[in-house]
């Protein structure tokens, strides 16, 4: 059975940096795109970030555009953001997710595999 597992959220202030990291098993991962989404209650989950399979390509929603960054170790089977400059409104929690179709399609349908979700909290 595949999965994913986040980790590296926590409690930060405004301004600070934290690194989240998804680790892969029991699935295919050099071959496949991942993304990173966010949810906060009551709203939609929200795309952040996506990586093609090789590590080439990428692509950030404009609100965390410049401040986070998506990377990937196939060796490892991970995938990690590296989240800067942190705003309170950058709280959620975060899940990775591997994409059915493509990188460039954030979609959240379109992913098969999900994390547990790992909780970030930015206070001002």
């Known amino acids: 059975q595949g999965q994913l597992v986040e980790s590296g959220g926590g409690l930060v202030q405004a301004g600070g940096s934290l690194r989240l990291s998804c680790v892969a098993s029991g699935l295919t991962f050099g071959r496949s795109d991942m993304a990173w989404f966010r949810q906060v209650p009551g709203k939609e989950r929200e795309f952040v970030a996506s990586i093609n399979w090789g590590g080439g390509s990428t692509r950030y929603s404009d609100s965390v555009k410049d401040r986070f960054f998506i990377s990937r170790d196939n060796i490892k089977k991970a995938v990690y953001l590296q989240m800067n400059s942190l705003k309170p409104e950058d709280t959620a929690v975060y899940y990775c997710?591997?994409?059915?179709?493509?990188?460039?399609?954030?979609?959240?349908?379109?992913?098969?595999?999900w994390g547990q979700g790992t909780q970030v909290t930015v206070s001002s």
């Open positions: 997710a591997r994409s059915r179709l493509s990188w460039n399609i954030p979609i959240p349908s379109t992913f098969d595999y």
